[in-house]
């Protein structure tokens, strides 16, 4: 069972450029949760999701930012027009349907540097 | 929100020391605490977790205790191993219910020296 995938591992973009972040949950886990690690900081929670709907973007920046989880297909983290200050490390985390079990599972990590 | 400490932000032991660090919260419906250890430049991994239907939970040289009461919970880790040497997080669950966002602590620097 292949643990959350999350691609590019590490990514380059120029300030006002767009950057898009995958992520593939585990086998079986319908929701999806998105953080974000500054250097030398804890994570911070952006939005969780299940497939096709937000369920709470408290975290997300007002502007900029979106996400979604299609039906079919990886959860996306979507960036436009980057600044410095969005280099960072993007976690994803997956956890199952069922109650009781509810253990996040993190991926690798996006880390994004913004030039 | 979850309001969430960590203590101490560092700690330095010797080989087979026992190391404690401590999560204080400020939600009193959370409902599960768990500890993750993050390695350099790599993804955060569990390591234990706790329901708040029990008050300690142990899995070999780990061990959570839980004070719902106070809201703090901390990770214990006996017979430490330079391999032990990492940040750890704890990251309580707000809100009581069976899904929903982590807030992570600061974070602890442990450094265990041979």
């Known amino acids: 069972n292949a643990g959350v995938m999350q691609n590019p591992r590490h990514l380059v973009r120029r300030r006002g450029q767009e950057a898009r972040l995958r992520c593939s949950p585990m086998?079986?886990?319908?929701?999806v949760y998105w953080y974000r690690q500054l250097p030398e900081e804890g994570l911070k929670f952006m939005v969780y999701l299940q497939k096709e709907n937000i369920i709470d973007e408290s975290g997300m920046p007002k502007e900029r930012f979106s996400a979604e989880f299609p039906k079919e297909g990886p959860s996306i983290l979507r960036i436009q027009q980057v600044v410095r200050g969005d280099s960072a490390a993007y976690f994803c985390?997956?956890?199952?349907?069922?109650?009781?079990?509810?253990?996040?599972?993190f991926g690798p990590g996006t880390r994004l540097t913004v030039l | 929100g979850e309001n969430v400490e960590q203590h101490p932000s560092t700690l330095s032991v010797q080989e087979g020391d026992s190391a404690v660090i401590k999560c204080t919260y400020s939600?009193?419906?959370?409902?599960?605490f768990p500890w993750y250890k993050q390695e350099l430049g790599k993804r955060p991994q569990l390591i234990i977790d706790i329901r708040s239907n029990v008050g300690e939970k142990k899995d070999q040289r780990i061990a959570v205790t839980l004070n719902k009461t106070a809201k703090h919970f901390s990770l214990h880790i006996t017979e430490t191993q330079p391999e032990d040497s990492a940040v750890y997080f704890c990251?309580?669950?707000?809100?009581?219910?069976?899904?929903?966002?982590?807030?992570f602590g600061q974070g602890t620097i442990l450094t265990v020296h041979p």
């Open positions: 086998k079986g886990h319908s929701h």
């Open positions: 990251a309580p669950r707000e809100g009581g219910t069976s899904y929903g966002k982590l807030t």
């Open positions: 985390a997956s956890s199952p349907l069922v109650a009781g079990t509810d253990t996040q599972y």
């Open positions: 939600d009193s419906a959370s409902n599960y």
